[in-house]
């Protein structure tokens, strides 16, 4: 099945400050992972696979960077086409394009405020929308025939995680028959232990009905964004918005512990996403790469007369003879110099970052309490 009569929207446009040295130079959505590609890799692998149609970037920060990167990666798939919003043919005039910058917005509903022209266009029933800092590997298409079999006005994919790290996340309280009573972003007192996976395919109409009701409030009348406006107000006045249940891995990339723990997640057997089915857009990539190996996942061979536990090497790292490296990630361009050791950190090319608290992940269920 493909997702005939729906177009898709892939929210990029964060400046990524809880990631720290690691955005310094490039966007969020850019950013290495898994030995392998970029954030933004797989939302749109996502999408490619599932058959979209469409997919609109909605991006702000450094997008002629990113545009960049989804043409040189991206754009030759003739199932999916990959649409720029205003700078459509600005950014398809050459590598060499620099995009002006797009105008302020608040938040992610002001960016689907801003995109109107191209995400409601004539020929789409639905919309899909997505994150560009989101690590899965999903099919939207059962996702899509859920929420048209319902008559749904949205359909939310929700994920089940230990309750104590919900405060988190989104919030999903929902009926026993799946219907979305409530919606709760970052809860104080946690009441469900269901939480929003941020992806999500509204009926146009009814978004673009609740998007000018939002609108009418100014400015100062709401917070401009999907997760603590938009949707609740759907919930508030009726609109059905049903859940949908993503049992397989799915992680949230907003902090540098989550960065480091999560990929290091990616290690536990059996691996949460197999390495043919991670994206290949690092420079780099040898024949055989990415691949999982001896407790690591590899991006490039390890050199002899090291010591590698428990790790993620990005291609283009280097490791001196003598070095080691536990639980660690090693990113492009980064060196361990021989007779060092790096442990539970981040090897970026301008240094070492050792994030707190030690390596742990809400999805783990053996975690201490």
């Not at 790469?289 to 061979?301: H, I």
Request: proline share 9%; hydrophobic share 40%; glycine share 10%.
């Amino acid at each position: 099945m493909t997702l005939d009569g729906v177009r898709g929207g892939l929210l990029a446009g964060g400046l990524g400050e809880r990631m720290g040295p690691l955005t310094a130079t490039v966007c969020k959505p850019l950013v290495p992972y898994a030995a392998s590609c970029r954030l933004v890799d797989f939302s749109v692998a996502n999408a490619i696979r599932s058959g979209l149609p469409e997919l609109v970037l909605l991006s702000q920060h450094r997008e002629s960077d990113l545009v960049r990167h989804l043409i040189a990666h991206w754009d030759e798939h003739p199932g999916t086409r990959l649409h720029f919003g205003p700078h459509d043919a600005l950014a398809r005039s050459g590598p060499g394009a620099i995009l002006p910058a797009r105008p302020a917005e608040r938040g992610t509903a002001d960016a689907l405020l801003a995109n109107a022209e191209y995400l409601f266009a004539p020929g789409a029933r639905d919309l899909l929308i997505q994150h560009a800092d989101h690590v899965y590997v999903f099919d939207y298409a059962p996702m899509l025939a859920a929420h048209r079999a319902a008559d749904a006005d949205c359909t939310i994919g929700v994920q089940r995680i230990e309750r104590r790290w919900v405060h988190l996340f989104g919030m999903v309280e929902t009926d026993p028959d799946g219907r979305v009573r409530a919606l709760v972003e970052k809860p104080v007192r946690p009441t469900s232990d269901l939480v929003f996976t941020a992806f999500c395919v509204f009926r146009i109409a009814a978004l673009r009905e609740v998007l000018a009701v939002l609108a009418a409030r100014g400015e100062a009348g709401w917070q401009h964004d999907i997760s603590r406006d938009v949707l609740p107000a759907m919930i508030a006045r009726g609109d059905r918005v049903t859940a949908y249940r993503v049992a397989d891995h799915w992680a949230d990339i907003g902090t540098v512990e989550r960065y480091r723990d999560e990929q290091l997640r990616l290690l536990d057997p059996p691996h949460p996403i197999p390495a043919d089915l991670l994206p290949r857009t690092l420079a780099g990539l040898g024949e055989g790469f990415p691949r999982y190996a001896d407790g690591s996942l590899l991006g490039t061979g390890i050199p002899p007369g090291t010591r590698v536990e428990g790790s993620v090497l990005h291609p283009g790292c280097h490791l001196e003879p003598g070095a080691t490296v536990l639980r660690s990630v090693v990113l492009p361009g980064a060196t361990v110099a021989a007779g060092n050791t790096v442990r539970d950190a981040i090897v970026t090319p301008s240094g070492i970052l050792t994030p707190t608290p030690p390596v742990r992940t809400p999805h783990d269920p053996a975690l201490p309490p």
